[in-house]
C-alpha cells in the first residue's frame, strides 16, 4: 500500500490545460511538447500521468503531426474523483506499517485491535474524502 502521488494535481491541471487550449481553438489535439513546456511537467511524467487518464477514458488521443491528446468529455461532466480514479486507481491514502515487532509492543490481540481500529478510523476519512470528490466537477475549480 502506498500513498497518493502528486500526479493527481498534474492530471487536473492537464485537464483543465486541455480546455483552455482548445477554448482557443488554437489546437484540436494539443501535443506532448506544448504541454509539457506549457505546465512544466516533463514528458516522461506527463506521459505517464496522460496513459492513465487515456486509459480512464477522460482524454482521446490522435497520432501524427496534427495529433496529440484531446477531452473525451466537457470538464462540466468529469468529476474530481473520476480523475483521482484513473490517476490512484487503487492506492491508498494512508500507509499502514504492520512489520514491527510484535512481542515487544503489547499483547498480540491487543496490538491487533489496536491495529484494526486505526485501519478503520483511516479508511472512514480516505471514504469521506472520495465522498468530498464525487460531489465537484473540473469546471468547479475554475472562477466563477
Same mark, same amino acid.
Given at each position: ?39 512544466? $511537467?516533463?514528458?516522461? *511524467? %506527463?506521459?505517464? =500521468?496522460?496513459?492513465?487518464?487515456? /486509459?480512464?477514458?477522460? !482524454?482521446? @488521443? ?12 466537457? $470538464?462540466?461532466?468529469? *468529476? %474530481?474523483?473520476? =480523475?483521482?480514479?484513473?490517476?490512484? /486507481?487503487?492506492?491508498? !491514502?494512508f @500507509? ?26 483511516? /479508511?472512514e476519512?480516505e ?13 468547479d475549480?475554475?472562477?466563477?
Open positions: 500500500m502506498s500513498a497518493y502521488s502528486h500526479a493527481f494535481s498534474q492530471a487536473i491541471e492537464i485537464l483543465l490545460y486541455i480546455h483552455f487550449k482548445s477554448s482557443e481553438k488554437k489546437y484540436s489535439y494539443l501535443s506532448t511538447s506544448v504541454m509539457s513546456k506549457g505546465l512544466n $511537467i516533463p514528458v516522461p *511524467t %506527463l506521459n505517464k =500521468v496522460l496513459t492513465k487518464l487515456k /486509459n480512464a477514458q477522460l !482524454l482521446v @488521443s490522435k497520432a501524427g503531426p496534427t495529433g496529440g491528446v484531446a477531452l473525451n468529455k466537457s $470538464i462540466d461532466e468529469v *468529476t %474530481l474523483m473520476e =480523475v483521482f480514479l484513473a490517476i490512484e /486507481n487503487e492506492n491508498h !491514502l @500507509s499502514i506499517h504492520k512489520k514491527f515487532n510484535r512481542e515487544v509492543l503489547y499483547e498480540t490481540e491487543i496490538l491487533d485491535e489496536i491495529t484494526n481500529n486505526g485501519i478503520r478510523v483511516l /479508511n476519512a471514504n469521506s474524502m472520495h465522498d468530498v470528490l464525487k460531489q465537484y466537477y473540473l469546471a475549480l475554475l472562477p466563477k
